[in-house]
């Protein structure tokens, strides 16, 4: 693959990235501003998204249709719903449940169940990710996706009883529809910012001020297996 995109739901998330993905290129300020760069001979290309499902699935989309993107990589910050993964802690997305969606709002069994398929789990392509040193050994998570930012104890523990969900962003749903479609691999490496509870705002604050950096290995060695 020689034709990597890069999405990031905010500048902040993508910082420290910025600085270690080889050669700067420049970038491109069209309909999104792109920044571009040179790494072990891929041509990489890194968007900022913006927050949420719809703005995450433009961007990628954007770039499989302007730059003919090969994969998509995101990174980025997100809540746990699992007391085993602590703030700081990377996973490797495994699966996603957009919880946000339901066919039926007087079924309630049909919660995250999109029309024509049978499940609301949803598998995104990370076979290449299990080939790589650094992230095979990352859990294997379930992230819950949906246009909410989790703040709330309560609704917190309805993703983990309904969907056995262990992290939640906002992003996760709207770039699988958009790889899905377009055939390409989808590998979400997540940094657990809060406990998706009444005191999330204040930890994320925290996380984003400190840098968000322990993901920057994992890419750069990703990047140069491919």
Known sequence: MERVGIVTALADESAILRENLG????????????????????????????VGEIAAAMAAQYLAMQYKIEIVL????????????RRGMLALVKEVVHY???????????MGIHIDRDSAILTPSIAIAEKSEH?????KVRIA??????????????LVERFSCDICDMESAGLFF?????????????????????GADESFSRVVDAGVGQYVACVKELLKQL
């Not at 792109?34 to 891929?42: C, D, F, S, T, W």
């Open 23 to 50: 050669q700067y290129l420049g970038a491109d300020c069209g309909v999104y501003e792109v920044h571009k760069y040179l790494l072990e001979g891929k041509q990489v290309y890194l968007i900022n998204s913006g």
């Open 74 to 85: 995101n990174v980025g910050l997100v809540g746990s719903l699992n007391k085993n993964l």
């Open 135 to 139: 992230l095979a050994v990352l859990p």
């Open 178 to 198: 958009v790889c899905e479609r377009y055939n390409l691999p989808l590998i979400m490496v997540k940094c657990v910012s809060d406990n998706a509870d009444e």
């Open 100 to 110: 946000d969606f339901t066919p039926s709002y007087s079924d309630i069994s049909r």
């Open 145 to 158: 996706s949906g246009d909410k930012f989790i703040n709330d104890s309560t609704f917190k523990n309805m």
